[in-house]
């Protein structure tokens, strides 16, 4: 009975220390784009039942459509979410919609949070915008000052510090984010997840600019492979190009990005398998091929020890080895030493063009071309057979082709 008694202490005792299983901490650091949204849904994929998630932010904001897509995440998860803007950092602009789509906001000293009137300050979007952050404020606190101070984030840039947005009821200030932690009984954290190489990637085509720039060269390297002979793989360049420049519009989804990626790799390498010899396309090939397959890998919330990863991983390398197969092949017979001009010369037949003499030279036709030649046989008249005997430079030393028979 005692031991019983003892044990049931013990796990309520644990059940107060800690209220969550795990801690994940989410790094939204620089421009809210499409690589954040990416950041955000991958994080909430790998979020374990029972653990809660932190948004450390430290951003001036970035695009409209990212931040409502985050927020809408955030939302529909129904996960328990935090937003920790530390010490000296900033939540602003749509950097703060997202902060606001968290159940809490702690804030540190010399922080800040708001200004998120939009611009260009068109009046139909800031109307919405202010409506999504009073919605979003409602949800959250359920407390119409509060709800009032998000709408003047949108429609008077307003912005408030660490000690105000306290004093307001938006925020709890906290110096560190152990001490958020600690005050949420949550433990320490399991793991820190920001942008990886992918992201960063899907942060650059984001910018309109880049995005911009890649669907006109993509197009004009299509019209290039159209007005040249023959295969030049600038096709395969600009529908790329195309298909990144249609992903950062968020036009297209992550999946068939993938598709077009691993469509191209395996394009190419055929391209190199049929007309052996350049090598470039193989390797382009293989690397299109590796970057689709870790594009798609990435986003599956299953151990990367599945079977299907096995054997995807276990394709790519059979590709790998075709390719350098078919790479060593085509080295091999590049490496093999050419016949030099006198060795396919000498010996060749042809026809003489003119009478060619000992002294007097002439031209005779060898091999597709008129060269001039002397002979080596006394004078050679025109319309007679020829075969070549030597090479001085440009110059042919030729004998009658029937003189050779006859002598032979």
Do not use: H
Not at 221 to 227: H, Q, S, W
Not at 288 to 317: C, F, H, K, W
Not at 349 to 358: F, I, S
Request: aromatic letters at 8%; proline letters at 5%.
């Amino acid at each position: 009975m005692l031991r019983s008694s003892l044990a049931l202490v013990l796990l309520l005792v644990t059940l107060v220390a800690y209220a969550y299983s795990g801690t994940l901490v989410v790094e939204l650091t620089g421009t809210v784009d499409g690589g954040m949204v990416s950041l955000v849904e991958r994080s909430l994929r790998t979020l374990q039942p029972g653990e809660l998630l932190v948004l450390r932010i430290d951003s001036y904001g970035g695009y409209l459509s990212s931040a409502d897509r985050i927020a809408e995440l955030l939302v529909n998860s129904q996960v328990d979410c935090v937003a920790y803007v530390p010490p000296g950092s900033k939540a602003v602009s749509a950097a703060s919609m997202i902060a606001l789509a968290c159940g809490k906001i702690y804030m540190g000293p010399g922080s800040v949070i708001g200004a998120a009137r939009p611009y260009p300050d068109d009046p139909k979007v800031v109307n919405y915008v202010a409506s999504r952050f009073k919605a979003l404020a409602r949800r959250a606190f359920n407390n119409e000052t509060i709800e009032d101070i998000a709408v003047r984030f949108v429609t008077e840039a307003l912005s408030l510090t660490d000690s105000e947005a306290e004093a307001y009821g938006l925020a709890r200030r906290a110096g560190s984010l152990e001490e958020v932690l600690r005050e949420l009984g949550a433990p320490r954290p399991r793991a820190y997840v920001s942008k990886d190489y992918w992201e960063q990637l899907i942060s650059v085509i984001s910018d309109p600019l880049i995005y911009s720039v890649a669907l006109s060269i993509g197009f004009f390297l299509i019209l290039a492979e159209i007005f040249t002979t023959g295969f030049q793989g600038y096709a395969i360049a600009g529908a790329l190009l195309i298909a990144m420049a249609l992903y950062g519009m968020s036009l297209i989804p992550p999946n068939l990005l993938v598709v077009v990626l691993l469509l191209s790799g395996v394009i190419l390498i055929l391209v190199e398998v049929v007309n052996p010899g350049f090598q470039g396309f193989g390797v382009a090939g293989l690397v299109l091929l590796a970057i689709g397959l870790y594009s798609g890998l990435r986003d599956r919330p299953v151990p990367v020890s599945e079977p299907s990863v096995v054997v995807a991983l276990a394709g790519l390398a059979s590709l790998g080895a075709i390719f350098g197969v078919v790479v060593a092949k085509a080295s091999q017979a590049i490496r093999m030493k050419k016949p030099s001009t006198r060795e396919r010369l000498v010996g060749a037949e042809g026809v003489a063009k003119t009478d060619v003499g000992p002294t007097t030279p002439g031209v005779v036709y060898v091999l597709g071309e008129d060269w001039t030649a002397y002979s080596v046989e006394g004078t050679i008249r025109a319309g007679s057979k020829v075969v070549v005997k030597d090479v001085k430079g440009l110059i042919l030393l030729v004998g009658e082709a029937g003189a050779r028979e006859r002598s032979s």
